[in-house]
């Protein structure tokens, strides 16, 4: 694991006005604090480190493909966080740190639940965990419906974001809704009571964790999805794969595969059903940590004018 290098070591009693700048004790050996700026010469050697001390923890932390992550997950449709606990803890187990989001309104933020939440308040709640945590390099995940969140989250903090994962998720164009995207198809079995819509796995009375009703505002309200820059994103999508289907079968008629081909994104296919991420845990963290080396297949710019012959 890459150890910062400290470009402010903390000062002793007997330093005196001698100020140490990174020297290489940092990386293990032994050696002289230097005045600051004594001379000409010594001053270019300090500047050299320093400059080198900022292209090393830039470089070492791209180069290594071991390195640990920041994941921030996203969950599907009337779930929570908590649906990700066991998969969470996989990669927490890994050394690598973890956001399971719960989304207003649902999990334990049941209490909030309205009619009146709608995508974008999704949206805002992820985009304003990595802003107010600070993160960067992120590996943005989604589940199901949570494609649909972290595609606005792309669209605003691209540059927070080092690769994005649609696990089973919904793939959207600008200005679409998920209800759009299934051509304005529900559940089976679901109804809609007082804007919230109620489908058939969430049993009322069942002790916590449980599924909740969701406001039909989520479902309804497009995204937005055109900034050049979480275009240029490097994302993998990953298809579970039940039993009694194929992946040719699932290739031929999921409108979201086929949009992530159109767009070069890495495809990958993972052995289970909607909820895989429950089913194997181990297999899903691992799954999605092999995903960050994924880059993007070059497509045709289609904004380009063509050239005439």
């Excluded at 939440?117 to 995940?141: A, K, S």
């Amino acid at each position: 694991m890459f150890t910062p290098i400290r470009l402010c070591p903390p000062r002793s009693a007997d330093d005196g006005d001698v100020r140490l700048m990174p020297t290489p004790k940092s990386w293990g050996f032994a050696a002289t604090p230097t005045r600051l700026f004594g001379n000409t010469k010594t001053a270019f050697i300090q500047s050299f480190c320093l400059l080198f001390a900022f292209f090393a923890c830039g470089f070492l932390r791209a180069a290594d493909p071991s390195g640990k992550l920041t994941f921030v997950v996203v969950h599907g449709a009337t779930a929570g966080g908590w649906e990700w606990k066991r998969a969470g803890q996989c990669l927490l187990d890994d050394g690598h740190t973890v956001y399971r989001v719960t989304l207003t309104g649902l999990g334990e933020r049941e209490h909030l639940n309205s009619p009146n939440i709608d995508l974008e308040t999704h949206i805002n709640d992820v985009v304003n965990l990595i802003l107010y945590e600070d993160l960067h390099d992120v590996v943005l995940t989604g589940h199901s419906y949570g494609g649909m969140v972290i595609t606005g989250v792309m669209d605003r903090i691209p540059d927070r974001i080092r690769h994005v994962v649609f696990l089973d998720a919904a793939v959207p164009d600008d200005g679409m809704s998920i209800w759009d995207l299934f051509g304005g198809a529900r559940p089976p079995g679901s109804k809609i009571v007082d804007g919230m819509m109620q489908v058939p796995w969430v049993k009322p009375g069942t002790p916590p964790p449980h599924n909740v009703a969701q406001s039909i505002k989520c479902f309804s309200q497009p995204v937005s999805y055109k900034n050049p820059e979480a275009k240029k994103l490097p994302v993998t999508y990953v298809a579970f794969i039940p039993k009694d289907k194929s992946a040719d079968e699932r290739a031929a008629n999921d409108p979201s595969w086929k949009r992530a081909v159109a767009r070069g994104w890495t495809i990958r296919t993972f052995p289970g059903t909607h909820v895989a991420h429950q089913e194997d845990p181990r297999g899903v963290a691992t799954l999605i940590e092999q995903s960050v080396q994924d880059q993007n297949k070059p497509v045709p710019d289609q904004t380009a004018p063509s050239e005439t012959k």
